[in-house]
């Protein structure tokens, strides 16, 4: 997946603030270690007046740091935590790759670091049960975001998953007059992407005409994935009328595929609204239609804005936080400002 390097490019162009190194940043303001995708944000002044309490450390672990949606949950992350607590506010982000093991070690680094809130994107949303509550046993805050998990958790901050996979579904549905053949592309088994699923199914359901020909093959949310996945659905089924993504970059992976494959029978609905996908949608040539947009960096801000409140002793008065989808289309691109 040339990790290093798309990570190195992607944190350069996303922020300023990034400076990758092996270990440490000559001006002290952040590091990268390359060895573990970790962006530690680092500072050297105070906003904060003393207090009996106060926002020192985050800790923030995402899917994959080369998906330019997850940067900018890093980003949202520290932007909130130093605006809270000013510049000497620690906000360290690493990358799970999807690897429960590393996603588990990197949350028992945070409670032996002393991180006061963690923000957890679950690669696993049953398996990382056991982190979670060994993280709260020891007093810490944890904050999931963009999916859930199987356990207790302070808070939960994500997209409405399931409003966006009913609203991609019936825009396949309408666009396909309630008569197609219809791939889902699958991803990793984390409840935003189960609720994504679901939301599409349940759509679909009302269409007897509509016949689903794949639903369980898992792209791992990647461009690579969706290029695998699709290249072999595209040799198995001659005639696709329509394809559901989980998220974008598989979607634009199955873009990939079929043009490969000279194939432009079918068109394709992701999530997300990354900058790939809305110039897709866009471009009069390319098959993408639709998707449906989230706010990485939205999500992360709320999270820690939820637990610095939990962390002062307010809890917030649902710990379920649903942000609303878009769907953007070819109709409405144009006014779309992007992430």
């Known amino acids: 997946m040339k990790k290093i ?8 162009i ?8 092996t270990n440490a940043s000559p001006n002290g303001n952040s590091a990268t270690n390359t060895d573990t995708k970790t962006v530690t944000y680092t500072g050297t002044q105070s906003k904060n007046g003393d207090r009996d309490v106060k926002l020192r450390a985050v800790g923030v672990t995402v899917g994959d740091l080369s998906n330019p949606f997850f940067v900018l949950m890093g980003q949202g992350a520290e932007k ?13 982000v690493v990358s799970s790759g999807y690897d429960l093991n590393q996603q588990t070690n990197q949350i028992e680094n945070f409670v032996a670091a002393n991180t006061d809130i963690i923000i957890l994107n679950a690669a696993d949303s049953k398996g990382i049960t056991p982190a979670v509550e060994k993280a709260r046993g020891a007093g810490k805050i944890v904050i999931a975001v963009d999916t859930g998990v199987d356990t207790e958790v302070d808070a939960t901050v994500t997209t409405d998953n399931l409003q966006a996979g009913e609203v991609s579904c019936k825009y396949i549905a309408d666009r396909l007059q309630g008569k197609g053949n219809v791939v889902i592309v ?4 984390v409840s935003s992407v189960i609720q994504r699923v679901n939301g599409c199914l349940k759509v679909l359901s009302n269409y007897p005409n509509i016949k689903i020909l794949s639903s369980s093959q898992n792209a791992e949310g990647s461009r690579d994935g969706g290029l ?3 290249s072999d659905l595209l040799t198995t089924f001659p005639k696709i009328d329509a394809v559901f ?9 199955v873009d990939l595929a079929a043009s490969q494959a000279k194939r432009k029978d079918f068109f ?6 990354a900058p790939e996908a809305i110039e897709a949608i866009a471009s009069k040539d390319s098959l993408y239609a639709a998707t449906a947009t989230q706010n990485p960096g939205g999500m992360t801000q709320k999270a820690v804005q939820v637990g610095n409140d939990i962390l002062h002793g307010k809890k917030p008065s649902s710990a379920n936080i ?6 953007i289309t070819r109709d409405n691109v144009s006014t779309f400002k992007g992430w």
């Open 186 to 189: 699958n991803g990793p088994p």
């Open 245 to 253: 993504a989980i998220n974008d970059p598989s979607g634009v992976g």
């Open 228 to 230: 695998r996945v699709m």
């Open 322 to 327: 649903l942000i609303p989808v878009k769907l």
């Open 80 to 92: 909130e935590a130093k605006k809270i607590g000013g510049d000497d506010v620690k906000v360290t």
């Open 14 to 21: 996303v922020s300023s603030n990034l400076v990758g190194c």
């Open 268 to 273: 394709i609905v992701g999530v997300d609204g």
């Open 5 to 12: 390097a798309i990570v190195a490019s992607i944190l350069s």
